[in-house]
C-alpha cells in the first residue's frame, strides 16, 4: 500500500506524518531539529534517524515542504512566481534522492513582489492548498500567524498574492530586548480584556511607535497590572497589522497555526465583525497529499 511520509521542516523545528493514500494520518512524529540545528552535510542523516522506518514501508515516498528548501536547508527549491496553484507548485517539485520504489522530494516556496521589494514563504503554500482542499474552497483570505506572519489572498484555487509581516518577531524584540522586558512577563498567560484593549488602542491614528511606549506607562502608574502588560502589547502589535487590512472585503479569513497564536487573531478580527475559522496541523498533511501526486516522474497528477 502506498505511503506518503510528509514533512514540515522549519527553522527551528520538523513534525512529520505518516499518510495512507486517501491522505489518512496514521502516525505523527516532531523533533527539536530544525534546519539551523543541522550541520553541514547532515540532513541526510537526520532524516534516516526520524523517518527511516517509515521509508522502509513498502510503497513509500516523502514530500517536504518548509525552510528545508531553502538556501540553508538540505537542497534549495527555487521559489515560484505568484499566482500560484498546485499545479504550478507541484510541477516545480524539486527530487532529493529517488531510487526504485522511493522517492524523496521538496517543495518551493513562492515568491510575490510589492513595489519593487520582493515577498517570501515557505510552508505556508502547503498549508494554504490543503486549507482549500479541506474547506472546499478555491479562494479567500488566508491568514498564517508565526514569527513572520502571512496574509495571502487565494483566487480560483491559486495563491493571487501575499505580504509578510514581522508582527511575532517584534513582539520578542520588544518584550525580552527592550525597555518593556522590564516590567512585563512575556509569558504569562493570555488576558482576553488586556489583550482586547490593545487592538482598540492600535485604532487612535498615533501609530505604534507611540502606542507601544504606553506599555510602560501603564506598568509606571500602576494602570494595568504585571501579568496583563504582554497580552496588551500583543494586542497593539497584532491590531496595527489588521490595521492595515481590507478587512471589510476579505468576508470570512482562515487562520492557520498553532492554537495559541490563532486564537489571539481570532479574537481580533471578531472584534472588528470579521468573521473566521481555523485550521491547524491538519492543512499540512492535507496540502502535501494534494501535492503527493505530482511525484511521478513527469509531473503530472495521476
Known sequence: MTRLVAI???????????????GKVLEERSDARGILKVPQGGFPAVFEALFGDWMGLEGARCLISGMAGSKQGWVEAPYCACPAGRVEVGRSIIDIDVRPGSRIA?????????DGVPDVMRGEEVQIFG???????DEGVFVLPGTHNKWATARKGRVAG???YMTGE???????HSILARTLDADAPLDEAAFLDGVTRSE????????????????????MATPE????????????ELRTQSLQAAGEVVLIGASALTQR???????????????????????????????DADRNPP
Open 8 to 22: 514540515d521542516w522549519g527553522t527551528s523545528s520538523l513534525r512529520g506524518a505518516l499518510l495512507d493514500a486517501d
Open 106 to 114: 521538496i517543495v518551493p516556496g513562492l515568491r510575490d513582489e510589492h
Open 131 to 137: 486549507a482549500m482542499s479541506i474547506a472546499g474552497l
Open 162 to 164: 501575499f505580504r509578510t
Open 170 to 176: 517584534f513582539y520578542a524584540l520588544l518584550s525580552q
Open 204 to 223: 487612535n491614528g498615533h501609530g505604534l511607535l507611540h502606542n507601544a511606549f504606553g506599555t510602560r506607562t501603564l506598568a509606571l502608574f500602576e494602570r
Open 229 to 240: 502588560l504582554s497580552s496588551y502589547l500583543s494586542g497593539l502589535l497584532i491590531g496595527e
Open 265 to 295: 487573531y481570532a479574537l481580533a478580527l471578531r472584534a472588528t465583525g470579521t468573521a473566521t475559522r481555523t485550521l491547524g496541523a491538519e492543512a499540512t498533511w492535507a496540502g502535501l497529499h494534494a501535492l503527493s501526486g505530482f511525484l
